[in-house]
């Protein structure tokens, strides 16, 4: 009985790497070939949400792990290679106060991903078939929190480590600059190559959230997000545009969102997304994705992951399809951590709302700014004055007859 109960631990565990071994499809060269322009896009929308407060501090670093190395094979003309696409990435911004309501800050990004023969944290295999490249970006960003103001600029590094033969020819050390403005709710962030424009992202932030001052609950926090991202095809391509619309459907836990792209008015992707807590600590998707190859139904990749403090798990969902060269069919782990900060509460970033205990910590720090009844006077929080109070006058004691009373 021991060793039937030991055989289907042993099945059980290694059911999902059998049913992503028999799924799986190979990453092709054509997605390893745009590597490059996913990563540098990628880094700006996440600096674009991490900016949304413009102050505070932003940490994040992880790395894909897939065990086996037919997992993720290459396709190429010379047939099918086992190997791993791989993804490592860190980042960190913070910002501090220079003056009353005036912050300047720091952001720095940093990608390395690819495929390689072999898994590896620092030193890369570099066989024929290996792409290895990597995206660094920095920036300044200045913050005005009394008009709901930033600015933010700097630079996008692109360096190919490797490139096999069997890719197309790519430049080495490519520079790009960025740029970003948000006022209030709304954002403007765009990329350039010298002097042509790569990409611009318009984003409207409309939901409320309280970790920027926002609304708990309440119609506010059911106003929608919206985005729109045009991109420059270049010589090789036409112009397109992606809009994204992220919705809140009960109380800042469960969200909806969907893509669309344009001109080609095609459906992208949708995502359904339950938080516990609205903190995003924690996380579960169920994930639908449009592929390449325009086939109806059967063209539809449906998928989802578990996403915890420090640990990812996603099978065919779109993240994971969009940021590692379109790999289907296994399930992918990612180890990471994440963590965002403003004014001392703590949160993942796009959260409307702090973790659990910090939230306690917020409630506690409002209702200590009312004045307290010590018998001294306290200006009022709105007016900056002594709140008013009422006073009777010309009342006035004097003896009777039968004893002291008012008249």
């Not at 106003?223 to 420059?232: F, K, R, T």
């Not at 390449?292 to 065919?316: C, H, K, M, P, T």
Request: hydrophobic share 35%; with cysteine.
């Amino acid at each position: 009985m021991m060793k039937l109960r030991n055989t289907l631990k042993i099945f059980a565990c290694a059911l999902p790497l059998l049913a992503g071994q028999a799924l799986a499809d190979a990453v092709s060269i054509d997605a390893l070939a745009v590597g490059g322009a996913t990563m540098r896009d990628n880094q700006l929308g996440e600096i674009r949400d991490v900016l949304r407060g413009g102050r505070g501090g932003y940490l994040d670093f992880g790395f894909n792990y897939m065990p086996l190395v037919s997992q993720t094979p290459l396709k190429s003309e010379y047939g099918e290679h086992d190997g791993f696409a791989f993804r490592h990435h860190m980042a960190g911004f913070g910002a501090g106060e220079i003056s009353k309501n005036n912050y300047l800050g720091f952001l720095l990004w940093f990608e390395r991903s690819g495929w390689d023969g072999e898994d590896f944290v620092l030193f890369p295999y570099y066989n024929d078939f290996s792409a290895v490249r990597s995206v660094t970006t920095w920036g300044f960003s200045y913050t005005q929190s009394a008009m709901d103001l930033t600015v933010a600029a700097g630079m996008q590094h692109q360096n190919v480590e490797h490139v096999g033969d069997i890719y197309p020819d790519e430049n080495d050390s490519l520079l790009y600059s960025w740029a970003h403005l948000r006022w209030g709710h709304t954002s403007v962030q765009g990329s350039f190559h010298r002097t042509d424009w790569r990409s611009l992202r318009i984003s409207m932030d409309l939901e409320s959230r309280e970790v920027y001052g926002g609304r708990r609950s309440g119609p506010l926090t059911y106003l929608p997000n919206l985005e729109v991202a045009l991109y420059n095809g270049g010589d090789d391509g036409d112009d397109s545009v992606r809009v994204t619309w992220e919705q809140n459907l009960i109380a800042q836990r469960l969200y909806g969102e969907v893509s669309f792209d344009f001109p080609s008015r095609e459906f992208h992707s949708a995502a359904l997304k339950y938080y516990p807590d609205p903190s995003r600590m924690i996380g579960f998707e169920a994930t639908c994705l449009r592929r390449n190859v325009r086939s109806g139904a059967a063209d539809l990749l449906w998928g989802g992951a578990i996403d915890l403090l420090f640990v990812r798990i996603g099978y065919n969902s779109a993240y994971e399809y969009n940021h590692l060269y379109r790999a289907k069919g296994t399930f992918i782990a990612e180890f990471k951590f994440s963590m965002a900060t403003i004014d001392g509460f703590l949160f993942s970033r796009g959260a409307p709302r702090s973790a659990p205990m910090e939230t306690m910590k917020l409630d506690k720090k409002n209702k200590d700014n009312w004045p307290k009844d010590d018998g001294k006077i306290h200006l009022d929080q709105a007016t900056g004055s002594a709140p008013k109070t009422l006073e009777a006058k010309g009342v006035r004691y004097e003896k009777t007859t039968y004893g002291g009373g008012a008249k």
